[in-house]
């Protein structure tokens, strides 16, 4: 997998932190394997959006990547509540149902930005840094492929 | 069944498969079924809800899922290992999920349901609204089935009529 110029925290030059949610163990690797190319550290990891929310306040991570369709409680719901408790909170919905009303669905309810399924991993990182803003720098490393 | 209903699932699967199998997919055969499904080897199925009702099985041969899911985990997997299925349900998922968005743009409004193992050796015999159409994918690592049963749920299109009225 391609590797990236490492995206830190800019207050204290540390990784980004995720909580990667989805319900598919299989797309939960997948990203897992992506933010390690971002330099970027997985806090936890949730299969459903109750788990998501209390793994939320346990690790307070910088970013989440969530899924919209998983058993319990869906990802749209889970990101509202999230953001209910913690504005600050940055997720990023990711999902194989890309239509518009989902999306504007997402947006409208705190999520700051979607990304459609089967991820790319250039694209993510655009996005992860674009949400991240002022709060994320890219580290400057030699031969780094982005 | 439309083929206009169809299409989306076709472009859905070859632009997923090709993505991540980093390889060109060739549509190799294409039938209608009318008996019982069967299965070939690791199934996924994911349901549909809403304007169109049905569901959309990904079916692989157990070896062609293990060689699918050892590449994207970018490790020989053993047949007997979780990830393999758990590959082949989010492989269903994204086709899916990328094919009824599609549909969406044109206006068929849906509920994409999780994805179920499909373990049954046969599953229901397709009825005369219910549809199914075979479709094979011949990639670098072995042959992908796709089975797509759907059908209009009346009632919906006929509210969406009258609304629109």
Do not use: W
């Not at chain 1, 209910?84 to 890309?98: K, L, N, Y």
């Not at chain 1, 989902?102 to 840094?129: D, S």
């Not at chain 2, 590449?71 to 393999?84: F, I, Q, R």
């Amino acid at each position: 997998m391609e590797q990236f110029a490492p995206v830190k925290r800019s207050k204290d030059g540390q990784p980004v932190r995720y909580l990667i949610v989805d319900d598919s163990v299989f797309a939960r690797k997948n990203l897992a394997r992506m933010i390690e190319t971002f330099g970027g550290q997985v806090a936890a990891e949730a299969g459903d959006g109750l788990t998501a929310i209390s793994e939320f306040d346990r690790t307070h991570p910088d970013i989440v990547l969530m899924d919209i369709t998983m058993p319990q409680m869906e990802g749209i719901e889970a990101a509202e509540r999230i953001v209910q408790q913690h504005p600050e909170a940055r997720i990023v919905m990711v999902s194989s149902v890309g239509y518009q009303e989902n999306i504007v669905a997402a947006l409208q309810r705190g999520a700051r930005h979607f990304v459609q399924k089967p991820v790319k991993p250039e694209v993510l990182y655009e996005v992860i840094k674009y949400v991240l803003g002022e709060d994320g720098t890219v580290a400057n490393v030699a031969g780094a492929g982005a | 069944m439309k083929m206009e209903l169809i299409q989306p699932f076709i472009n859905a699967a070859d632009a997923v498969l090709s993505q991540g199998l980093q390889g060109t997919t060739q549509v190799s055969n294409l039938t209608m079924e009318e008996d019982a499904y069967r299965r070939k080897g690791v199934a996924g199925m994911v349901a549909l809800s809403g304007d169109i009702e049905g569901r959309i099985i990904l079916d692989l041969e157990p070896q062609t899922a293990v060689r699918v899911a050892s590449h994207y985990a970018g490790a020989e997997l053993p047949e007997s290992d979780a990830l393999v299925k758990e590959t082949i349900f989010e492989l269903a998922n994204q086709v899916v999920g990328n094919a009824v968005s599609a549909l969406n743009d044109q206006g068929f409004h849906f509920r994409v349901h999780p994805p179920l193992l499909l373990t049954a050796e046969e599953g229901d015999k397709t009825s005369e609204d219910v549809e199914a159409l075979m479709i094979c994918f011949e990639t670098a690592m072995g042959e992908i089935f796709m089975n797509v049963a759907l059908r209009h749920n009346k009632k919906r299109m006929s509210d969406h009529a009258v609304m629109g009225a």
